[in-house]
């Protein structure tokens, strides 16, 4: 079966089967990597460090995205 016939089946599916559908492609996408992830909590255990130690100072969201 081609992608086009694949397209045509979906389509004749009610909404909320379309939606998980869409939903179960969607997240075989983004599968978890245990590296990034312990690169990405390094760096946030280093910036918390950081943090609580003084040598950075924090910006209030305010003054990046402004009043809400």
């Known amino acids: 079966m ?21 939903d179960q492609i ?3 996408l983004d599968k978890p990597d245990p590296v990034i992830d312990r ?10 460090a950081a943090n609580r130690a003084g040598k950075v100072k924090g910006i209030p969201a305010e003054e990046i995205f402004g009043k809400f």
């Open 26 to 28: 969607l997240h075989s």
């Open 2 to 22: 081609g992608k086009q016939e694949i397209v045509a089946q979906a389509l004749k599916l009610d909404p909320a089967e379309r939606f998980d559908l869409v």
């Open 39 to 48: 690169v990405w909590l390094e760096e946030a255990e280093k910036r918390l």
